[in-house]
């Protein structure tokens, strides 16, 4: 089985560099400057559960693309998912699978649009990874889980064939039969720590501090229910799971949408939290909820990335910074906290 991993960034570089570890006929599709970069350097993984460097991973650029590949691991941030869609769409055949990595469920419509419904499978991960300034993989946790299925529930012959392919590979492989229940209940979560840790420029910890447990529990209720609302209720373990996480105290946690407002970086704003209240039902109320407010916040855009006002600018760090920054309330400063970025979780 031949795959075709779309960029070797955080996740498709480690994904796709356990494959090729495992023996797997991996290519990378990349963008000329990184192909540069690992034509130099070779793909590099650091984890803990492993190091792992490979001299020269294959690569080709999308007009190098000839044939079809069996599967296309997708793992682009959603705002890049047009351009990304135009780069791979040479190596989608007849029997080509499609296996998106990115959160929410707005990607998966544009996906089926684009490539029709039989070619998308459901798919997420859960790791906490980043490249650094060397374009190395850093894998921050000790989470490496891949789930994967047919959306409409049930087990097939290209799932169990994948499978098959996946078996042996260094990270937690789950060819799961509930796969479009489990996007939900990830996007739940996600939806509800982006909004809240970026709405209030904070970590869970410190918003728990300051009080804010009702808020932190609200906005994730608030997901709960529109996910209910279009028949994906989370299960009573997700829900509880997820209250503990929203509301540990001297948790240093924060959602990556937050780490990409810190630097300045786009945002998936959109496909993250306002389509999820897109599939919110009619509310009469005049009051405006937590997730409502937090996606308001988060509108004011440059290419997703909130813009920042020159009278208060948001907190910034240079690259071999290794401290964060949050408002000093009494002062209305930004000062930077005693917690090394390292220590903060991404989701």
Same mark, same amino acid.
Request: glycine residues 8%; aromatic residues 6%.
């Given at each position: 089985?031949?795959?075709?991993?779309?960029?070797?960034?955080?996740?498709?570089?480690?994904?796709?560099?356990?494959?090729?570890?495992?023996?797997?006929?991996?290519?990378?599709?990349?963008?000329?400057?990184?192909?540069?970069?690992?034509?130099?350097?070779?793909?590099?993984?650091?984890?803990?559960?492993?190091?792992?460097?490979?001299?020269?991973?294959?690569?080709?650029?999308?007009?190098?693309?000839?044939?079809?590949?069996?599967?296309?691991?997708?793992?682009?941030?959603?705002?890049?998912?047009?351009?990304?869609?135009?780069?791979?769409?040479?190596?989608?055949?007849?029997?080509?699978?499609?296996?998106?990595?990115?959160?929410?469920?707005?990607?998966?419509?544009?996906?089926?649009?684009?490539?029709?419904?039989?070619?998308?499978?459901?798919?997420?991960?859960?790791?906490?990874?980043?490249?650094?300034?060397?374009?190395?993989?850093?894998?921050?946790?000790?989470?490496?889980?891949?789930?994967?299925?047919?959306?409409?529930?049930?087990?097939?012959?290209?799932?169990?064939?994948?499978?098959?392919?996946?078996?042996?590979? @260094?990270?937690?492989?789950?060819?799961?039969?509930?796969?479009?229940?489990?996007?939900?209940?990830?996007?739940?979560?996600?939806?509800?720590?982006?909004?809240?840790?970026?709405?209030?420029?904070?970590?869970?910890?410190?918003?728990?501090?300051?009080?804010?447990?009702?808020?932190?529990?609200?906005?994730?209720?608030?997901?709960?229910?529109?996910?209910?609302?279009?028949?994906?209720?989370?299960?009573?373990?997700?829900?509880?799971?997820?209250?503990?996480?929203?509301?540990?105290?001297?948790?240093?946690?924060?959602?990556?949408?937050? @780490?990409?407002?810190?630097?300045?970086?786009?945002?998936?704003?959109?496909?993250?939290?306002?389509?999820?209240?897109?599939?919110?039902?009619?509310?009469?109320?005049?009051?405006?909820?937590?997730?409502?407010?937090?996606?308001?916040?988060?509108?004011?855009?440059?290419?997703?990335?909130?813009?920042?006002?020159?009278?208060?600018?948001?907190?910034?760090?240079?690259?071999?910074?290794?401290?964060?920054?949050?408002?000093?309330?009494?002062?209305?400063?930004?000062?930077?906290?005693?917690?090394?970025?390292?220590?903060?979780?991404?989701?």
């Amino acid at each position: 089985m031949r795959f075709l991993v779309v960029g070797a960034g955080a996740l498709g570089g480690y994904f796709g560099g356990r494959l090729l570890e495992a023996g797997r006929d991996v290519t990378f599709l990349l963008r000329p400057r990184r192909a540069a970069q690992l034509a130099k350097t070779g793909l590099v993984i650091q984890s803990p559960f492993g190091n792992l460097q490979l001299p020269a991973p294959p690569h080709l650029l999308a007009e190098d693309i000839k044939t079809p590949y069996d599967v296309v691991v997708v793992g682009s941030k959603a705002y890049d998912l047009d351009s990304t869609m135009d780069s791979f769409a040479p190596a989608v055949g007849p029997n080509t699978l499609i296996l998106p990595l990115l959160n929410g469920m707005k990607h998966i419509d544009r996906l089926v649009e684009r490539f029709g419904e039989e070619r998308v499978l459901g798919g997420l991960c859960m790791i906490s990874a980043t490249l650094d300034d060397e374009g190395r993989v850093l894998h921050l946790n000790d989470m490496h889980g891949l789930s994967y299925g047919e959306r409409a529930g049930g087990r097939s012959a290209r799932v169990d064939a994948i499978a098959a392919q996946f078996a042996g590979a @260094k990270f937690d492989a789950t060819a799961s039969e509930t796969i479009a229940q489990d996007m939900w209940e990830k996007w739940v979560f996600i939806a509800s720590a982006a909004g809240l840790t970026s709405l209030m420029r904070a970590s869970i910890g410190d918003i728990v501090a300051a009080g804010g447990q009702d808020v932190a529990l609200s906005i994730f209720d608030e997901c709960c229910a529109i996910a209910a609302h279009n028949g994906f209720a989370p299960r009573p373990t997700a829900i509880q799971r997820g209250r503990a996480v929203v509301t540990t105290a001297g948790s240093p946690m924060t959602a990556s949408m937050y @780490k990409d407002i810190v630097r300045d970086a786009a945002v998936e704003a959109d496909h993250i939290v306002g389509d999820l209240l897109s599939r919110a039902p009619k509310s009469d109320s005049p009051v405006p909820t937590v997730l409502r407010t937090a996606y308001v916040h988060l509108r004011p855009t440059k290419r997703g990335a909130p813009a920042r006002p020159a009278e208060n600018p948001w907190p910034t760090r240079s690259p071999s910074s290794t401290r964060r920054s949050r408002m000093c309330r009494p002062s209305g400063a930004w000062c930077a906290t005693s917690r090394p970025i390292s220590k903060c979780a991404t989701w």
